[in-house]
């Protein structure tokens, strides 16, 4: 089965730029929709098809996926965005989704 | 504006079988992919099965030999059974909306808010 590969967590002050990856073996072949946890919430999708954005999400979130790495990027990070961040693909050899194990953005 | 709410049993026995509902608003169920996803305490996100509205079916395989997803088009809900449940199962369960973004992007935009499952005697 696919396997979606996240650090653990990333930390990072405020209104610098956090970077999340999700790794995962010719990822780059593949769309990649990136989700946003925070405690006791649904996930939001904040990212998909690599680097397109839901209505709502702002600019600040943008995403890019190349190779075996696809990126999550926070510019001008706000005490707001500190949550779980998540990336799914879709696994077409078997026709399911498949999640990244997670990332906790800590904002310092 | 679409919206999903999870429903059911918040305790289950070990040994019996987990059923949930999700309700449907502010849309048709007939289209679409519908998911089950859970999330044990303190865990990551894990996608259990879906099911298209015309009824196929799709589960994952850890899961695939308990799971049961069905849907209900005239009351525009969809339902999970686990059966045989165990502590590990104890965890928040979402329903959410697939979208099919075609050239095999498929990902979920409409979540409902959750429900926590605990599985005790």
């Known amino acids: 089965s696919y396997v979606l590969t996240q650090p653990p967590s990333v930390s990072v002050a405020p209104g610098q730029t956090a970077r999340i990856t999700c790794g995962g073996n010719?990822?780059?072949?593949?769309?990649v929709h990136w989700y946003q946890q925070k405690p006791g919430q649904a996930p939001v999708l904040v990212v998909y098809?690599?680097?397109d954005r839901p209505s709502g999400i702002p600019e600040r979130f943008s995403g890019s996926n190349s190779g075996n790495t696809a990126t999550l990027t926070i510019s001008r990070v706000e005490a707001g965005d500190e949550a779980d961040y998540c990336c799914?693909?879709?696994?077409?050899?078997?026709?399911?989704?498949?999640f990244g194990t997670g990332t906790k953005v800590t904002v310092l | 504006q679409v919206q999903l709410q999870e429903s059911g049993p918040g305790l289950v026995k070990p040994s019996e079988t987990l059923s949930l509902t999700c309700t449907v608003s502010?849309?048709?169920?007939?289209?679409?992919?519908w998911s089950w996803i859970r999330q044990p305490p303190g865990k990551g996100l894990e996608w259990i099965g879906y099911?298209?509205?015309?009824?196929?079916?799709n589960y994952n395989p850890s899961l695939k030999s308990r799971v049961t997803v069905s849907v209900d088009t005239s009351k525009n809900q969809f339902s999970l059974k686990l059966s045989s449940v165990t502590a590990a199962d104890t965890a928040v369960y979402y329903c959410?909306?697939?979208?099919?973004?075609?050239?095999?992007?498929?990902?979920?935009?409409?979540w409902g808010k959750g429900t926590t499952v605990t599985v005790s005697s």
């Open positions: 959410a909306r697939g979208f099919d973004g075609g050239d095999y992007s498929y990902y979920m935009d409409v």
């Open positions: 502010g849309a048709s169920i007939s289209s679409y992919y």
């Open positions: 099911i298209y509205y015309s009824g196929s079916t």
């Open positions: 010719k990822i780059g072949s593949k769309s």
């Open positions: 098809d690599d680097s």
């Open positions: 799914q693909v879709w696994d077409s050899s078997s026709d399911h989704y498949v």
